[in-house]
């Protein structure tokens, strides 16, 4: 009621020594891990190997041997000539067999993970057959994908931002152009009026009349005018000194930014986080497990040396 198997012998036969077998709990099995958030759906396939004692606790679970081993590497008859260690009591009763497979589900649930890698910076996980070297390669280039498309949404936010002071600019310098010329006219108007002015005292005029008062009052106005239009002009200039500022400052908050950017998605050297995805109890099969008999080479000396690894 048993399954019995026996690991095939690899290699050649070690000279003047003897074949035995070494009693062992054989268990084979499938391990199918799902995560659906991180799009990982993955099977692995593992073969383990337990002592058995007759202790109260007959399978060590704390000693358990991860073999390489397949169902290819199993036969089910032993080689001639080999002797048999020792069977413990326990070994022989069918009914613990399905016990240990409950315990060795349990084993596999709390000792077996798909450890996979995740980028930090990208948020992105390696694929559950990929080595740490692909998925670094991988995120690099994501990283440069990445990076492009951030700056060149960034480079468009700006440009957006350095388009419209630009246009500012281009209005305060006309709107000074229009200033000056105004202060040029209004200087050149004031000057003759203060010409007309003093030009009509020089021709020797005694009394001062309405018509002089008059051109004394415009002269001084204008005169008021032209510093009012020279203020205007130191206003104008001052405004686009400002905006001209702003656009340096606006460069540089960009330049920071894509600087910040390119940093953030430095990942050459990255720490990856290792994430262990764990299987559902549910999701662990279990294809064989029995009595298996493991081959070793006995010499002179009673010393073993192992038949099969």
Avoid: C
């Avoid at 690991?7 to 003897?18: A, L, Y």
């Avoid at 709990?25 to 002592?51: C, M, N, Q, Y």
């Avoid at 440009?159 to 200087?187: F, G, H, P, T």
């Amino acid at each position: 009621e048993i399954p019995q198997s026996f690991v095939r012998i690899r290699g050649s036969q070690h000279t003047g020594s003897n074949l035995g077998y070494e009693p062992r709990l054989l268990a084979w099995e499938s391990i199918h891990f799902l995560d659906g958030r991180r799009k990982i759906d993955a099977s692995r396939h593992l073969t383990i190997l337990v002592p058995l004692t007759n202790e109260a606790t007959p399978v060590e679970w704390d000693d358990v041997t991860i073999a390489d081993l397949s169902p290819d590497d199993l036969d089910v008859t032993p080689e001639e000539g080999g002797s048999f260690g020792e069977l413990p009591a326990p070994a022989t009763r069918a009914k613990n067999y399905k016990k240990w497979r409950k315990d060795f589900i349990t084993w596999v649930y709390r000792n077996q993970t798909l450890d996979i890698w995740k980028s930090p910076a990208l948020k992105v996980t390696s694929n559950s057959d990929e080595s740490e070297r692909d998925f670094r390669l991988r995120i690099q280039q994501l990283t440069r994908e990445t990076r492009d498309v951030k700056t060149e949404t960034l480079r468009k936010k700006y440009a957006k931002k350095m388009s419209r002071l630009e246009d500012r600019i281009r209005r305060a310098e006309q709107s000074v152009e229009r200033e000056e010329e105004q202060a040029k006219q209004q200087k050149f108007q004031t000057m003759i009026s203060l010409g007309a002015t003093l030009l009509s005292a020089f021709l020797g005029r005694k009394t001062v009349s309405r018509s002089s008062m008059g051109k004394a009052a415009t002269t001084i106005r204008g005169m008021s005018r032209s510093r009012k239009e020279s203020q205007d002009i130191d206003r104008a200039e001052e405004n686009v000194d400002a905006l001209k500022q702003q656009l340096i400052d606006l460069e540089a908050e960009f330049t920071q930014e894509a600087e910040d950017l390119a940093s953030q998605l430095h990942t050459q050297s990255e720490t990856l986080e290792t994430i262990a995805i764990r299987p559902k109890k549910s999701n662990i099969t279990v294809e064989l497990l029995g009595l298996g008999w493991v081959p070793h080479w006995q010499d002179s000396q009673g010393d073993n040396t192992s038949a099969w690894e």
